[in-house]
Structures are given as C-alpha cells and as structure tokens.
C-alpha cells in the first residue's frame, strides 16, 4: 500500500492540474488544518508511517458512533438490519471519538499569486480560489445555481469568455465544493501558456461580474434545469445511490432532501441567488494558482497587480523565489 501511495504521488507530479489542487487546499487552509492536507497523503508522511501509527489512527478514529451504514441493492430492510447485525453486531462502541475538526482557514499565506514552475510546458494550470460556505449552510442551493452560471455550464460565462471569445482555453470551469466545513469556491482552467495572464484577468473579471448584477432569465432557467436534469444520475447506480444517501448523513440533510429539490430549485429567483452571491463570493479573498513555465509567465502574473507573488513546490510548500522548484 506504501509503494502504491508514493507510485499515486509520483503520477500526481506529472498533472499540473493535481499540483494547482494540491496548492489551493494548502494554502487555503493551511498546515494545520485537516483540509490542508491531500487524502493521499505526503512523501515524507507516507514514507515514516509505520503500523502502530495506523492502528493508532483507526482506534481513534473509526466507531459505530460516528458512522452510518448505507446499502442499496436487492434486499429488504429487514433483510439489511439482520445482514448489518450478523456482520457488525460485535462491533464495541468506546464513545465518540474526539478528533481534530476541520476549520475556516486561519493561517492562509499572505501572497495572492502562487506559482509553482514547470519549465517548457505549452499550457498553465489556473485556479482562482476562496474558502467558501459548508455544504449545511442554508445558502448552498443559491451558491449552486450561481456556479452554473459561472462555470458550471458549456454555456457558463467563464466557458464562453476564455474558449469562445478568446480562445485561450479548451475549456473552463467553475465549482462550489460539498463540505462538512467550509469548502472552497473555485474557477479553473488549462490555457495557453502565452496568455496565463490575460486568461487570470479574464477569469476575475467574470467573477466580480457575478457581484454586478443579478444573472439574466436565461442564465436562471438554464441553471435550474442543468440541475433538476442532473438528479435522476444520483441514483442511477446502486454505487451512486449509496454516496447520494451517504451525503445526508455526512452534511445532516433531512431524508427527503433529494425528493424535495427540485421545488426548491425551481421556487428561486434570480434576486436569491444574487443575494447569496454578494454574500459569499469574494474575489479580493481569492488567491491565484497557476502551474506553468514560470520564465515565461511571471512577467505577465506581475502586470496584473494583484498582490504579492509567492512559490511553491509540487506538494504545496513554500519557497524562496530564487530557489523556486522546479517540476520535471
């Protein structure tokens, strides 16, 4: 399993993409943070980890306090309590496990502009990035429509500015992550290396339009079906159905959320989700990724005058700028 997470590692480095993700959730939230870490963990993490460091982990971690069984397939709920029984029924509960909780971000560096190079690449890797709201907050189905007019579409506004307009990119796209805590709010692209800047200009440009007024009727009813039309996937495997149930449980959404959807959906109007978007979106919190030949791209990152400029390694740590490292 070791040598599989480092060989995963080792992949991520070849995906300027998978090095902008890494990036953002640590500078976002910082060391010390749990969402300031990947799932699939740190060399240097992965490599000193021994056995009793994992029990240890999975004592304190995993008990049938703080988890839910959920299964779909071709049984009944009787059928399912007696299997769940027989396979878990001696399972000892020692109380609620105490762990560290994920946190809004407290320790995000002061640079606004974050460059990790790598040298001779004919595309930069761009995400423009904030912490967000929890997936609980009242406000997340207006956060969600408004994503959908930004990049959450073919037709979304950051989609047609840098392919169609200017055709800087194959294709861009925007997201308001699912999380416990905070998550982030994020618009991201691959463009040409030759226009990094003026496709990061670009991109704010279309996000502080969000702030300017409220999004067109057709943008509204697009939104809306983009996302009634999606539901009937959630539950199109019984894979699917078990992480759509799932969800309920992990963010605390009542049992008919998914049935009750698309009335809420429908029932928003476009002062709604210009309300929640004033609310939470905030371009001067938003920090820029980008994942690129940095002999090429700095000048351009500096023209904007967004902030100070700051460098990373491939796992999201800091840098001297003249000591910047390189990504093969």
């Known amino acids: 399993v070791r040598n ?3 060989t995963a590692l ?6 300027p993409f998978r090095i902008a993700a890494t990036v953002m959730w640590t500078d976002l939230y910082g060391p010390n943070n749990s969402y300031g870490h990947m799932s699939i963990g740190t060399e240097p993490g992965l490599k000193s980890a021994t056995r009793d460091d994992i029990v240890k982990f999975y004592q304190a971690a995993f008990s049938p306090t703080n988890a839910a069984l959920v299964l779909a397939g071709d049984l009944t709920a009787d059928e399912a309590r007696k299997l769940a029984e027989d396979t878990f029924g001696k399972l000892s ?3 609620r496990p105490s762990l560290p909780q994920a946190t809004v971000a407290i320790a995000s560096a002061p640079e606004k502009v974050l460059v990790v190079d790598k040298p001779n690449t004919p595309q930069t890797s761009v ?6 709201i929890a997936r609980s907050n009242p406000d997340f189905e207006r956060l969600n429509v408004m994503n959908q007019v930004l990049g959450g579409l073919f037709s979304s506004r950051v989609n047609m500015n840098l392919r169609e307009a200017h055709g800087y990119s194959y294709g861009a796209f925007s997201a308001v992550y699912e999380n416990a805590k905070e998550g982030p709010i994020e618009v991201g692209s691959q463009v040409r290396t030759d226009v990094t800047g003026p496709a990061v200009a670009e991109i704010i440009k279309e996000v502080k339009g969000m702030l300017e007024k409220e999004v067109s009727d057709d943008e509204l009813r697009l939104a809306k079906e983009s996302i009634s039309r999606s539901l009937p996937a959630y539950f199109q495997t019984t894979q699917s159905t078990v992480a759509t149930i799932g969800d309920l449980y992990l963010f605390d959404l009542p049992p008919d959320y998914y049935q009750e959807l698309p009335k ?13 978007t004033k609310s939470h979106l905030s371009p001067d919190k938003m920090k820029v990724i980008a994942v690129g030949d940095r002999k090429v791209i700095d000048k351009q990152l500096a023209a904007l005058k967004l902030g100070p400029i700051g460098y990373r390694t491939p796992d999201g740590r800091p840098v001297p700028a003249n000591q910047a490292v390189k990504v093969p």
Not at 10 to 15: E, I
Not at 127 to 132: D, E, F, N, R, T
Not at 264 to 271: G, K, M, P, T, V
């Open 127 to 132: 995400m423009v990035a904030q912490v967000g």
């Open 93 to 95: 509960s020692q109380g």
């Open 264 to 276: 809420r959906i429908e029932a928003l109007s476009a002062a709604d989700v210009y309300a929640a």
């Open 10 to 15: 080792l992949q991520d480095r070849d995906s």
């Open 4 to 6: 599989d997470r480092l």
